[in-house]
């Protein structure tokens, strides 16, 4: 297995990157990869890609993306207007959990945060993940803060 490639997501990586958010149990349930792909998909990925301060990324092997997470840039005035480095929708193609390779995506999204001068680098994911709580404390993420969520 070649080094992995981790890159800024494309248009044309768009079905690739909902097939890994779908093929989870979680995400089975909120996902649809069938084709033709929801307009909903292209629509948000044009709205990432315009923005400067979200970067969805793709990390590719041999030709085939196998990885995916977006970071969110936040600017704030607490902590003397410090920027922050939300890091979310981390997957990992079913084929490759297990290895390094999630650890190697955490490593590179902070160094993304810290290029852009941000003073934290956070990230979410779903509470039903017990394993995903040890897995980042491990890397040295701390649970200071309880977050809540408004479905709309």
Known sequence: M?????????ESDVEAIVAILADDVLGQEREDSRWPLPTSYLHAFHALDA????????????????????ISFIPGLSYQGAWRGEINSIRVAR??????LL????TWAIAKCKARNCRFAQLTFDKKRPDSHRFYVQLGFSANYRGYMLEL
């Open 2 to 10: 070649s080094e992995p490639i981790f890159r800024r997501a494309q």
């Open 51 to 70: 923005d400067p301060n979200h970067f969805l990324a793709v990390v590719e092997i041999d030709g085939t993306i196998c990885g995916t997470l977006q």
């Open 95 to 100: 084929t490759i959990r297990g290895n390094s």
């Open 103 to 106: 650890e190697s995506m955490i």
